[in-house]
């Protein structure tokens, strides 16, 4: 049954990626999902069944627009620090610690981090992540860690785990 799921997921994300419903192109999407699905089904995650719950679907959709919310207010603050005469930055990396268990998760959460301007995630040890921020406003670990990973943690808690 998760191997269908799967098969499935690929041949709607082929249909997405063609959108066209012609015979030729319903015939070579199938064909590439099953043989993607047979060489590459055991690397799926086996929690990504869950994903598909429809209260997972509501958090991962306010997600989005969290997500887009703080990409776009990053995107003046960076341009602000570039158009300022005087770079107001201070650039490093810091050790944050998230909560999340799930390596499905992890990634998300890294990957939002790195797609803010700003930010890049720069390696994940356990559960503490090591980022590159512009503009370090604190010394404090616990406040880092607010203002970066926080905002995006609870929401990934509540769609992943």
């Known amino acids: 049954m998760k191997r269908f799921l799967y098969f499935l997921i690929l041949l709607v994300i082929w249909l997405l990626l063609t959108w066209s419903l012609h015979w030729q192109d319903l015939v070579v999407g199938v064909v590439i999902a099953l043989i993607a699905q047979l060489l590459l ?10 994903v598909f719950n429809p209260v997972r679907f509501f958090w991962l959709f306010t997600y989005t627009w969290v997500f887009f919310f703080y990409v776009i207010k990053a995107n003046f603050d960076v341009a602000y620090r570039v158009l300022n005469l005087y770079m107001p930055i201070k650039p490093g ?27 890049l995630s720069v390696d994940m040890v356990g559960d503490h992540l090591y980022i590159h921020w512009i503009n370090i406003v604190s010394e404090d670990p616990e406040k880092e860690t607010e203002i970066i990973v926080r905002r995006f943690e609870k929401l990934l808690e509540r769609i992943f785990e």
């Open 41 to 50: 089904g055991d690397i799926f995650p086996v929690g990504v069944v869950r």
């Open 93 to 119: 990396i810091v050790k944050v610690r998230t909560k999340l268990q799930t390596d499905m998760a992890r990634t998300f959460l890294a990957n939002s981090i790195t797609l803010t301007p700003g930010t």
